[in-house]
């Protein structure tokens, strides 16, 4: 059974670190693009981070750029977000997701997703 597990969420100081991972089952990671996610309380859920299946860019809107980084493990058939310099607006549920295209702002445009994992940022 295809399954996506999200992990590594927590509470940490503002100016902090926190690296999300994301571990498949039953499917080969590496022939998907992977989208990092994120929703508020009250927003809607958005993407900050994608990284391609077919090259090794990643994509990222300007909220997350210098500060967030994705990668992936090929061996461990995982991905990681790195996230530096947190700030109490990144507080949010991170969500991975996988789709078999290329990457994509639009969460319904993924076919597998993480449970989520909670990432609080104290001010």
């Known amino acids: 059974q295809e399954r996506l597990v999200d992990s590594g969420g927590g509470v940490v100081q503002s100016g902090g670190s926190q690296r999300l991972s994301c571990t498949a089952s039953?499917?080969?990671?590496?022939?998907?693009?992977i989208g990092w996610f994120r929703q508020a309380p009250g927003k809607e859920r958005e993407g900050v981070l994608c990284?391609?299946?077919?090259?090794?860019?990643?994509y990222s809107l300007d909220t997350a750029k210098g500060r967030f980084t994705a990668s992936r493990d090929h061996t461990g058939n995982a991905a990681f977000l790195q996230m530096d310099s947190l700030k109490p607006e990144d507080t949010a549920v991170y969500y991975c997701?996988?789709?078999?295209?290329?990457?994509?702002?639009?969460?319904?445009?993924?076919?597998?997703w993480g449970q989520g994992t909670q990432v609080t940022v104290s001010s």
């Open positions: 990284i391609s299946s077919t090259d090794p860019r990643t």
């Open positions: 997701a996988a789709r078999a295209a290329r990457c994509s702002w639009t969460w319904r445009d993924y076919e597998y």
């Open positions: 039953g499917f080969l990671l590496d022939a998907y693009a």
